[in-house]
């Protein structure tokens, strides 16, 4: 679909305009509170399903510690709980069925433990750079109601603060886009997943089909900023927006960027035709 630009808001690229960083960052604390208005206004609600094909990419079992860079709205962060309560409700399930012969009250009493232990050991950790992102995803985490198994921090991309060979999977959905140095970014991520661990992206990235190519490029540069303007009062930003996405490398190129930082088996998924995708890489 077209209206598809989506906008996982004002992640404005500092280095292509040279604005400096500070300007970003207030880009980001004014948007905030609307930036999930904003992103299904502008995706049409698309990018959630971008983000559930992520979360199925991905595939975590329980146990799972996660590692979501610039996510600071939480919202991979929330499918990840939900996907790894499901698996584990399943096996909860499965473990039930194969004893046939448990009282009523011994299968109660062992889904009532069981159910207290849904995350198992999973742990998402969600760090973001602007505090006040954070501070938004942590406002909707009580709302929804996650608490287990969730931590928040506040940290840079290109220097993270977290131990070596730390996490099973480090995941970033529409930030990578905006690190000044994306080469340290990757860096980073292949130092902090254990040996074996996966790195997934997900970003806007070049179309590949030349009509939808030319009504994407009418919608992102015609519609968008008047779309800024009418929803946020701010034509600018999302100017800067569209640029940031045709300045960002094409796949080819991003995935030769991932194989330079290290990792191996690494692949792409092209959605909606290039619009985004989905870069994998293991440490192996």
């Known amino acids: 679909g077209l209206g598809v630009l989506g906008l996982e808001l004002f992640k404005v690229d500092c280095i292509s305009f040279s604005c400096p960083f500070f300007a970003v960052y207030q880009v980001f604390e004014s948007v905030a509170k609307k930036y999930d208005v904003m992103n ?37 962060a929330f499918r990840f709980i939900n996907y790894v309560r499901s698996a584990r409700e399943r096996q909860l399930q499965r473990k039930l069925k194969n004893h046939q012969n448990l009282s009523w009250q011994e299968i109660s009493e062992s889904y009532q433990e069981d159910k207290f232990k849904l995350l198992g050991d999973s742990q998402v950790v969600v760090c973001d750079i602007n505090k006040e992102m954070l501070k938004v995803g942590k406002q909707k985490a009580q709302h929804l109601g996650y608490s287990e198994g969730l931590s928040w921090v506040l940290g ?4 993270l603060p977290f131990d070596d060979d730390k996490f099973d999977v480090y995941t970033i959905a529409f930030g ?3 690190v000044t140095r994306i080469d340290l970014a990757l860096e980073e991520a292949y130092r902090v997943l254990k040996p074996g661990g996966r790195f997934l992206c997900l970003e806007f990235s070049r179309v590949s089909n030349p009509l939808l190519s030319r009504l994407y490029d009418l919608y992102s540069f015609q519609v968008i900023p008047v779309l800024g303007e009418v929803i946020a009062g701010d034509w ?13 490398p094409p796949q080819e190129e991003l995935k030769a960027m991932i194989e330079d930082a290290g990792f191996l088996k690494v692949d792409y998924q092209n959605l909606n035709s290039g619009i985004v995708a989905i870069h994998s890489g293991f440490k192996l």
């Open 40 to 76: 299904d206004s502008m995706t049409l609600g698309i990018h959630r399903v971008w983000k559930d094909i992520l979360m199925h990419k991905m595939n975590p079992s329980p146990g799972t510690l996660l590692l979501d860079v610039a996510g600071g709205t939480g919202d991979i």
């Open 176 to 178: 990578i886009r905006n």
């Open 236 to 248: 600018k930003s999302y100017q800067y927006l569209v640029e940031s996405i045709r300045r960002f």
């Open 156 to 159: 840079n991309a290109e220097e």
